[in-house]
């Protein structure tokens, strides 16, 4: 048979370094900041995950709306994913700050005329955080860009452009 060349397995395959794992501290912390803040998520379900050794150098955490093979597959009509190394360093109130903030993108809205209810995501100058900075203030913010500052060595102007 004669030799392909396109077929050839000696190519190397990198996979990538990134590892996600399940938190069932992130969730029983949510747990609290969601009773605490009494935020109304309706039938949602919010999956927590750790990314090590993190989402990027300047992206500390996010949320997201699942995709439907996620949530065939989870049940998860969302997905809140924090850098791992970050969140190991972090001291239960700031932990307690990211959660709810990430947890205020979730905005399940039901539709009245098709019955159903429609995750979607809600932006971020959403009157609900200025409510933090009101009530909090931003030192929770200014942790989470120091803490991944001196995680990964980032200059001043790196550390400003940490977002979550």
Request: charged fraction near 30%; hydrophobic fraction near 35%; proline fraction near 4%.
């Amino acid at each position: 048979m004669q030799q392909n060349d396109h077929l050839d397995p000696s190519g190397e395959i990198k996979l990538s370094e990134k590892q996600l794992i399940e938190s069932p501290e992130m969730q029983e912390i949510a747990s609290e900041v969601i009773e605490t803040h009494k935020i109304e998520l309706g039938p949602a379900q919010i999956g927590y995950l750790l990314v090590y050794p993190n989402i990027s150098k300047q992206r500390a955490a996010k949320c997201m709306k699942a995709t439907r093979e996620v949530k065939h597959y989870s049940g998860n009509d969302y997905l809140v994913e924090v850098s791992g190394e970050l969140w190991d360093m972090l001291d239960k109130d700031t932990k307690k700050m990211l959660l709810y903030h990430e947890l205020l993108h979730v905005d399940p809205v039901y539709k009245a005329k098709t019955q159903e209810w429609k995750m979607q995501l809600r932006r971020p100058d959403f009157a609900d955080y200025y409510e933090i900075n009101d009530k909090f203030g931003n030192e929770w913010y200014k942790t989470i860009q120091a803490t991944v500052s001196s995680l990964y060595d980032l200059d001043p102007r790196q550390e400003n452009k940490v977002t979550v």
